[in-house]
Every structure is written in C-alpha cells, then in structure tokens.
C-alpha cells in the first residue's frame, strides 16, 4: 500500500533560518504530493502540490520538487519567521483510491 | 465564503455514552472524510463517503459510525465501543475526490 515517511521532529530553528524537511513516499502509479501545515487548535491547510515528477510546487517562500527517481518531496524556506511555528504535514494522493495517505507530520518552532 | 464547519469545537463524553460529531460543508464537495489525531501523531482514516448514501470503512473504523444522507453533511458517531475516543477529530471533503482535501477546524472529544 501507500505510505509517506516524514523527517521526526520536532525541529527547532532560529528565525531566518534555512529550513528543510525530508518527505519520502512510496506508491505505486503516480501521485500527486502535497504539504499541508496545521496551526494550533486548527484543521489542516494546503500549503503547496505537484502533481507530477519534476514538478515544483511554492508558496509562502516554501518550495517541494517532485522527485520520482528519489521518491522524494522535501519541503524547503530560505528564510523561516516566527509566524512559520507549525506542523507540517506531508501527503500523498492516489487518483484511484479517492483519499489521501498523509506522513505523520513534523512540528517547526522558530524562536525569534 | 464557502467551508468547512465542525460544531462543537470541544466535546466532553460521559462513560457508556454515544456522541455525534457534526461535519457541514458548503463547497458542493461529493467526497467527505473523518480523521482522527492523536497528540504527536498523524492522521489515521476512519470513514469516507465518495457520494450520498454510500460510505467506506477507514483504517480505524471500529467503535465509530457515519452516514451520509446529504451530499453537505456528514456526522460522525463515537460509541460506547471506542475505548480510547480522546482525540482531535478532522473532518475533510474533496471535488469527486480530487485532491487536495479540504479541512475543518476539528472537534477536540474528552472523557469525563
């Protein structure tokens, strides 16, 4: 079946530091990927997508490529802020299946 | 603007006692999920519905229920079965099933 393995938490980083956090998936066909990010005491919200391999998804200054020879999608921010303290969620969803396998998340604090 | 709405946002449970989660959407979505987050955890399945009056079992469906007799709703019920119902619970819906999903503002379920 499905799974994504996300990098164990939590991370804690300094603001305007470089951030990276490693997502790996394995599946059969061809997802698309996503990262979701959940603020305390809230649902989750879509933070970027591919859909497919050497696609890059952004926003927000975060950036994931698509990586299908690595099965990877790692998400990345030059610069994190305070206002990043979040769990970020990696994602997986097969077009078949109609649902979504998500990572287990990984918490970012950054401290000013 | 359309949404997600979870009501109430926190839940208290008596032992031996049945609880219904309510899950409203406004979006025009024909897919609906419920997932369950525990603290440090990710989200793990418990039902979904891909259109009115059909459902499917989740990867933790025991002690649970659903139905689905409107396309914008979509309740969840905690029975006295679920030994361990402490848990943030999300609700979801997707475009026919396209993804990305998405999120409520979650319901938090306590025992008393």
């Known amino acids: 079946g499905n799974s994504v393995t996300q990098m164990e938490g939590p991370v804690t980083l300094s603001e305007e530091a470089f951030l990276t956090i490693n997502c790996t998936y394995t599946a059969t066909g061809y997802p698309s990927l996503f990262w979701y990010v959940q603020y305390p005491g809230e649902g989750l919200q879509l933070l970027l997508k591919?859909?497919?391999?050497?696609d890059k998804g952004s926003n927000k200054g975060f950036e994931a490529t698509y990586r299908k020879e690595t099965t990877s999608f790692h998400l990345e921010k030059g610069s994190v802020q305070v206002s990043d303290s979040a769990v970020y969620f990696c994602a997986l969803s097969d077009a078949n299946a109609g649902k979504s396998t998500f990572g287990d998340g990984t918490t970012l604090t950054v401290k000013p | 603007d359309g949404g997600i709405t979870q009501s109430p946002k926190y839940l208290f449970r008596k032992e031996g006692q049945n609880v219904t989660l309510s899950c409203e959407q406004n979006?025009?979505?024909?897919?609906m999920y419920w997932y369950r987050q525990d603290p440090g955890q990710g989200l793990r399945l418990i039902y979904y519905s891909q259109i009115v009056n059909d459902f499917q079992k989740g990867d933790i469906a025991e002690g649970y229920s659903v139905s689905r007799e409107k396309k914008e709703s979509f309740p969840l019920t905690v029975t006295s079965a679920q030994k361990n119902p402490t848990a943030f619970y999300l609700c979801a819906s997707t475009d026919r099933g396209k993804q990305p999903q998405h999120f409520g503002d979650g319901t938090r379920l306590s025992i008393l």
């Open positions: 979006l025009n979505h024909d897919a």
């Open positions: 591919a859909t497919k391999a050497d």
